[in-house]
């Protein structure tokens, strides 16, 4: 496993920080954190984050500079939760993390937008639901990257690794076997697209053409347009892009688009959520 984690770090954290930004280790319901600020931050909203890597890798660390240029499209702090992995904490563990984190970050703004990609596209939906069904202020807005929502799913049978070089079905498996442990994959806690996706915060989705994932995007659109009542979501799809190709960000100019639209859209509900009434 720390081969591996150390590849994904090294995928994730190539892009670099951007100037003014600033980075400050730190705790969240004694979950630790990353606190990623751009310059131009606004004090009265943040924007928390789950990163991917298919809830066994991944890191606030490896996640930096991806933050760095995320929080300055979007005028927010960035709030990256370094949640527990799998297979040496499977579910619910890193649900209850970022839950922990997100209850924290309460006590100190009063809008909070939620944003992940990949497996922490997922986790983002499956934390939007549990908060729902609890006393916890809801999320101004749900930013999903790519999404993994379906782990239920046969990975290799159900679906073609196309010209995707991140996505390989059996290592989607492995990682599905490690994060649910004894539990049913299908769990909508586990595969969030199972789950009730009524009222809900307003989701920003990104998808691309190319990720076998992409699946999981079209069905959450098509899901929540036939059946969540309450629920919306803007889908943007890009052709001929990868899994995650916005981590390029810095290298690639459709992920330089793509992060900063990303960002503005996530903005943009925030402010409409501070606009009076």
């Not at 806690?189 to 079209?218: K, Q, T, W, Y």
Request: proline residues 7%; contains cysteine.
């Amino acid at each position: 496993m720390a081969t591996k984690r150390r590849v994904v770090d090294v995928i994730a954290g190539a892009s670099r920080l951007p100037a003014g930004v600033t980075v400050e280790v730190d705790a969240l319901g004694g979950v630790p954190v990353e606190r990623v600020t751009p310059p131009n931050a606004r004090s009265d909203a943040a924007l928390l984050f789950l990163h991917g890597g298919g809830y066994a890798s991944g890191s606030a660390r490896g996640y930096r500079g991806f933050a760095g240029a995320l929080s300055v499209a979007a005028a927010m702090q960035l709030i990256v939760v370094d949640y527990r992995l799998a297979p040496e904490h499977p579910f619910p563990a890193a649900l209850d993390d970022v839950l922990g984190a997100y209850r924290a970050l309460f006590e100190e703004v009063a809008t909070i937008a939620v944003a992940g990609d990949s497996a922490g596209g997922g986790l983002t939906l499956a934390l939007a639901q549990r908060i729902r069904d609890t006393p916890l202020p809801a999320p101004a807005a749900l930013g999903l990257i790519c999404p993994w929502l379906d782990l239920a799913t046969d990975q290799a049978a159900a679906r073609s690794p196309g010209n995707d070089p991140l996505i390989i079905p059996s290592l989607t498996a492995e990682w599905c076997r490690f994060y649910a442990g004894t539990c049913d994959a299908g769990d909508p806690r586990i595969s969030p697209i199972h789950g009730d996706l009524a009222s809900l915060p307003p989701i920003i989705m990104h998808s691309a053409g190319d990720d076998p994932l992409a699946v999981d995007a079209d069905k959450l659109e098509s899901e929540i347009a036939l059946r969540a009542v309450g629920s919306t979501v803007m889908h943007r799809s890009f052709t001929k892009r990868w899994h995650d190709f916005h981590l390029q960000v810095g290298f690639l100019a459709d992920a330089d688009h793509a992060v900063k639209l990303f960002g503005a859209q996530l903005a943009g509900l925030i402010a409409e959520r501070h606009q009076p009434r």
